[in-house]
C-alpha cells in the first residue's frame, strides 16, 4: 500500500469523514477504487456510502468484482437503484454477468422499467459478439438537422453518453444513415443540414459478430467507437475504445495462459485460489505428460543402441532441447502472425517455405558450430560427430516445419492457434528428434 493510501486508511479508522471525502475529492476515480479494494468488506461499504452521489457510480465500475459483489449484497435497493441507474449500460452489463442469478434478479427489479428491459437485452447477447460489449449511450441524431440544431441537441442530451466527438445519423425507424464527428459540426456553417457534411460510408459490426473482430475492425480505422447494428441495420449501439482496450487485455491474458499450457482463469492471480490455480495447470500438464511417454517408448526401443555406443545418451538433452526451443520461436511467430490476421489458412504454404528456408539457413549455422566442438571435445569419434550434427540440422527443420503449421492447423479446425505452443510444440518434437537421431545412428553407426 503506498504512504497516500496509509493516510487515507487513518482517517477512515479515525472516523474522519469529512476530512476522507476532501482528500478523495482530489484524486481520480481508478485510484479511489484501487484504495477501496484495499479495505476491509465493512470499511468498503462505510466508505462507499460516505462517497459524493455523482462520482460513486464511476468508482464503482473501477472496482474489483469481489468489492462490487459485497457492495451489491449489502446496499439497500434505492442505492443499488442509483448504482444501476448511474453506471454506462455496458458496465451494468459487465457487472451483472459476474453475479449471482439471485443477485441479478435483485438488481434487475432495483432498475426503472427502460433500464430493466434495456438490460434484459443487452444480457441476451452471447458472451463474444460485439453486442456484449457495446454501450446504447451514444449521441443520435437526423439527417434534417441543421449544424446549430445538432450542437443544440448534443448540449441538451450529451452528459450522459459515452462519447460526444462522433455521433451517428439515423432515420425515423433508427437504421444508421451516416456519422458525424463534432470537428465535422464544429467547422460547418450553423444552418448547413447534415445530409451535407455526414459520411454516408459507415463501417460497423453486427450485434453478433465476434467481439474480437469487431475491436480488430475499431484499432484498425483508428475509430474512438464503432456503431453496432442489428440484422436489419438498426443502430443499437456502440463499442469505444476503453471497451476495446479491455477484450485487446482479455484476449491477451487468455493467450498468454493457452500458451503456457494453462487453463484460462476468470480472476487476477492474488485473487484466485490455491485450489483454482492448481485445477488450471493439472490437465495440461496431465496430457503433456502422457503425450511425454511416446519419448519414453521410443529411448526403449533403441535401448541397444546406448549400449553399442554410450555417448550418444549424453547428447540428447542439447537435441532434445534445440528441437524444442526451434518450434517455440516458429509457432510464436505464426501465432503472433495469425491473431494479427498477417497469416492466412492459405498461407499455409508460404509459411512452410519460408520456415524451412529459415531452418535451413539457422540449422546449418548450429550444425557447423557443433561439428567443430564435439572434433576438438570428442577426437577419434568422428561418427558419433557426423550422427549428432545431422540430427540437428534434421531436428531444426521437422521443428521449424511443426512450429509453423500447427498453429494453422488449429485455426483450420476451429481451436484457438495459442494452444499449439511451446509446451505442446516440445512434446511433439523431443518425440521426432530422437527417432530422427537414433535413425541415423542406426544407418551409420
Known amino acids: 500500500m503506498n504512504a497516500s493510501f496509509d493516510t487515507l486508511l487513518t482517517l477512515v479508522k479515525e472516523k474522519r469523514f469529512h476530512a476522507l471525502i476532501n482528500a478523495l475529492d482530489s484524486m481520480n476515480a481508478v485510484d479511489i477504487a484501487e484504495f477501496l479494494d484495499t479495505l476491509d468488506n465493512t470499511q468498503l461499504l462505510l466508505v462507499f456510502r460516505t462517497l459524493k452521489k455523482d462520482i460513486s457510480a ?8 469481489e468489492s462490487k459483489s459485497h457492495i451489491v449484497n449489502m446496499a439497500t435497493d434505492t442505492e443499488l437503484a442509483h448504482i444501476i441507474e448511474e453506471l454506462y449500460v455496458d458496465d451494468a452489463v459487465d457487472m451483472l454477468e459476474e453475479m449471482p442469478a439471485s443477485i441479478v434478479k435483485r438488481c434487475l427489479k432495483a432498475a426503472n422499467p427502460e433500464t430493466r428491459a434495456l438490460l434484459n437485452q443487452f444480457l441476451k447477447y452471447p458472451e463474444d459478439s460485439a453486442g456484449s460489449i457495446m454501450t446504447a449511450e451514444f449521441i443520435d441524431l437526423r439527417k434534417t438537422m441543421t449544424v446549430e440544431q445538432a450542437i443544440a441537441h448534443i448540449r441538451e442530451t450529451g452528459l450522459d453518453k459515452e462519447t460526444v466527438y462522433v455521433c451517428y445519423v439515423i432515420d425515423a425507424t433508427r437504421k444508421l444513415e451516416g456519422v458525424v464527428t463534432f470537428r465535422d459540426l464544429l467547422f460547418a456553417r450553423p444552418d448547413q443540414p447534415l445530409k451535407e457534411i455526414m459520411n454516408t460510408d459507415v463501417i460497423f459490426s453486427g450485434t453478433f459478430d465476434d ?11 483508428n475509430f474512438l467507437a ?11 449501439g456502440i463499442v469505444t475504445f476503453d471497451d476495446a482496450i479491455d477484450v485487446i487485455e482479455e484476449e491477451a491474458t487468455e493467450d498468454f495462459s493457452k500458451m503456457a499450457a494453462i487453463t484460462p482463469l476468470s480472476e487476477s492471480y492474488m485473487k484466485t485460489g490455491i485450489l483454482s490455480l492448481a485445477k488450471s495447470r493439472a490437465l495440461w500438464l496431465l496430457l503433456l505428460m502422457i503425450s511425454s511417454m511416446i519419448t519414453s517408448v521410443i529411448l526403449e526401443k533403441y535401448e541397444a543402441a546406448f549400449s553399442a555406443v554410450p555417448l550418444l545418451v549424453s547428447f540428447i538433452p542439447m537435441i532434445t532441447g534445440t528441437g ?5 520461436q516458429s509457432s510464436t511467430m505464426a501465432i503472433r502472425g495469425i491473431a494479427l490476421r ?3 489458412l492459405k498461407d499455409w504454404y508460404k509459411v512452410l517455405f519460408k520456415e524451412t528456408s529459415i531452418s535451413l539457413i539457422v540449422g546449418s549455422t548450429l550444425c557447423i558450430v557443433n561439428f567443430v566442438r564435439l572434433l576438438i571435445m570428442y577426437p577419434g569419434q568422428l561418427g558419433v560427430t557426423i550422427v549428432v550434427t545431422l540430427t540437428m540440422l534434421g531436428t531444426v527443420l521437422i521443428a521449424n516445419a511443426i512450429g509453423g503449421i500447427l498453429p494453422i492447423l488449429a485455426k483450420a479446425l476451429g481451436a484457438d492457434p495459442a494452444i499449439m505452443a511451446a509446451p ?8 521426432l528428434s530422437l527417432l530422427i537421431y537414433f535413425s541415423i545412428a542406426s544407418a551409420i553407426l
Not at 464511476?58 to 468484482?65: A, D, G, N, V
Not at 464503432?226 to 443499437?236: N, Q
Not at 524444442?324 to 517455440?328: I, K, Q, R
Open 58 to 65: 464511476e468508482i464503482f465500475s473501477e472496482l474489483s468484482q
Open 211 to 221: 467481439r474480437e473482430e469487431t475491436v480488430r475492425k475499431l484499432t484498425r480505422y
Open 226 to 236: 464503432l456503431p453496432i447494428v442489428d440484422a436489419e441495420r438498426r443502430l443499437v
Open 324 to 328: 524444442g526451443n526451434a518450434g517455440s
Open 342 to 344: 498477417e497469416i492466412a
Open 424 to 431: 505442446l510444440i516440445t512434446t511433439f518434437v523431443d518425440a
